[in-house]
Nanobody
Framework: QVQLVESGGGLVQAGGSLRLSCAAS????????MGWFRQAPGKEREFVAI????????YYGDSVKGRFTISRDNAKNTVSLQMDSLKAEDTAVYFC??????????????????WGQGTQVTVSS
């Protein structure tokens, strides 16, 4: 089992920045792809960004490309999401997610076994 705890959410004005962090604990001796999804009220959970354990390659949802940056520290079992140029439509609960690293990367929520409790990000326009 892997436990994930997010931090860093909050309220920010449009155009501003926030940084989310996720700390993993438990069975962290295995290789996990880690990343972020988000869910706004009345909408499905949406892929935001993923970083692969094996080669550090990153993947981003179309709506955040060029504005968000994902990074990880394997030694500390943490993953971070730097969010710049925030827009009102970025408002959502952001969830950290992890899955055992496989041959190919997975970008849908149903393929991730481990989830954090979520952190609220609100962008005022």
């Amino acid at each position: 089992q892997v436990q994930l705890v997010e931090s860093g959410g909050g309220l920010v004005q449009a155009g501003g920045s926030l940084r989310l962090s996720c700390a993993a604990s438990g069975r962290t001796n295995s290789n996990y792809d880690m990343g972020w999804f988000r869910q706004a009220p009345g909408k499905e959970r949406e892929f935001v960004a993923i970083i692969r354990w094996s080669d550090g390659r990153t993947y981003y949802g179309d709506s955040v490309k060029g504005r968000f940056t994902i990074s990880r520290d394997n030694a500390k079992n943490t993953v971070s999401l730097q969010m710049d140029s925030l827009k009102a439509e970025d408002t959502a609960v952001y969830f950290c997610a992890a899955r055992s690293s496989g041959v190919s990367v997975k970008l849908t929520a149903d393929r991730y076994a481990y989830w954090g409790q979520g952190t609220q990000v609100t962008v005022s326009s």
